[in-house]
T-cell receptor
Framework: AQSVTQLDSQVPVFEEAPVELRCNYSSSVSVYLFWYVQYPNQGLQLLLKYLSGSTLVKGINGFEAEFNKSQTSFHLRKPSVHISDTAEYFC???????????FGKGTSLLVTP | NAGVTQTPKFQVLKTGQSMTLQCAQDMNHEYMSWYRQDPGMGLRLIHYSVGAGITDQGEVPNGYNVSRSTTEDFPLRLLSAAPSQTSVYFCASNRLAGTDTQYFGPGTRLTVL
């Protein structure tokens, strides 16, 4: 089985500051990793995903994440956040034979002026 | 494409009542899933389907039934609603197992009194 731990439940940050949202996973098999974003009162949409190849993955809205197999991490970063980035962010994992995602508990990013 | 649609958007039930949450997708995806989202818990998988006529249980299946008679539709039935089922329910679909992006519906907010 696979599981995900998001290390911070809330991350407050000022506008234009950098941010890192942390995600660690555990699995005994190869996995694929995802970051989803949920804006207030909306469904989830994909930010980025790691399947294979380059460990640095770029996504939408200027976000990127780095897959680190030795540390079993997949942290999400953005060099300069905007007010509009305020949302809930979910890290998720699935095995290469799995059918549905295992989600972390989410990190609430609050960007203030 | 409408993507993944869910009805209703909001629902209030009394304890013991039954109802069906509807989910439909027009992307011809084989895989469909139901999640519930509770504060501080992330998204937890209720049931999923890997094709018409094939369903399986997820992490929290008790109190819910599903069926998949067509590729497009994946309804979730609450047999006898309980206050513990108060939650936001999301339906998702994806074309392939594992690597593929899951597309989420807008959610149904259910309150059980």
């Amino acid at each position: 089985a696979q599981s995900v731990t998001q290390l911070d439940s809330q991350v407050p940050v000022f506008e234009e500051a950098p941010v890192e949202l942390r995600c660690n996973y555990s699995s005994s098999v190869s996995v694929y990793l995802f970051w989803y974003v949920q804006y207030p009162n909306q469904g989830l949409q994909l930010l980025l995903k790691y399947l294979s190849g380059s460990t640095l993955v770029k996504g939408i809205n200027g976000f990127e994440a780095e897959f680190n197999k030795s540390q079993t991490s997949f942290h999400l970063r953005k060099p300069s956040v905007h007010i509009s980035d305020t949302a809930e962010y979910f890290c998720a994992v699935v095995s290469n034979s799995g059918y549905a995602l295992n989600f972390g508990k989410g990190t609430s990013l609050l960007v203030t002026p | 494409n409408a993507g993944v649609t869910q009805t209703p958007k909001f629902q209030v039930l009394k304890t013991g009542q039954s109802m069906t949450l509807q989910c439909a997708q027009d992307m011809n995806h084989e895989y469909m899933s139901w999640y519930r989202q509770d504060p501080g818990m992330g998204l937890r998988l209720i049931h999923y389907s890997v094709g018409a006529g094939i369903t399986d249980q997820g992490e929290v299946p008790n109190g819910y039934n599903v069926s998949r008679s067509t590729t497009e539709d994946f309804p979730l039935r609450l047999l006898s609603a309980a206050p513990s089922q108060t939650s936001v329910y999301f339906c998702a679909s994806n074309r392939l197992a594992g690597t593929d992006t899951q597309y989420f519906g807008p959610g149904t907010r259910l309150t059980v009194l």
